[in-house]
C-alpha cells in the first residue's frame, strides 16, 4: 500500500499535475518507504485517526522534502 501511494505521488509530480512537495533520492526502496511512514506513525501518534493515503504522503513529505 505505501510503494502505491509513493508511486501515485511520485507520478502526480513528475507529469506536474499537482506542485512537487517530495524530493525522493534515486532508487529509494520500499523499505525506505515503509520505515519513513512507521517512523512518522510513532513520532505523530495523534494523526493515525487520519485518512490511510494522506498519512503515507505527509510521511513521505517529512521523509524527503524538497529544499526550499
Request: charged residues 20%; aromatic residues 8%; proline residues 9%.
Given at each position: 500500500?505505501?510503494?502505491g501511494?509513493y508511486?501515485?505521488?511520485?507520478?502526480?509530480?513528475?507529469?506536474?499535475?499537482?506542485?512537487k512537495?517530495?524530493c525522493f533520492?534515486?532508487?529509494v526502496?520500499?523499505l525506505?518507504?515503509h520505515d519513513?511512514v512507521?517512523?512518522?506513525?510513532?513520532?505523530h501518534?495523534?494523526q493515525r485517526?487520519?485518512?490511510?493515503?494522506?498519512l503515507?504522503r505527509?510521511?513521505?513529505?517529512?521523509?524527503?522534502?524538497?529544499?526550499?
Amino acid at each position: 500500500y505505501t510503494a502505491g501511494i509513493y508511486d501515485m505521488v511520485n507520478l502526480l509530480e513528475t507529469t506536474n499535475a499537482v506542485p512537487k512537495l517530495h524530493c525522493f533520492p534515486p532508487g529509494v526502496t520500499r523499505l525506505q518507504i515503509h520505515d519513513a511512514v512507521v517512523h512518522y506513525l510513532q513520532d505523530h501518534p495523534d494523526q493515525r485517526r487520519a485518512g490511510a493515503a494522506g498519512l503515507v504522503r505527509d510521511a513521505l513529505q517529512d521523509a524527503w522534502p524538497c529544499p526550499r
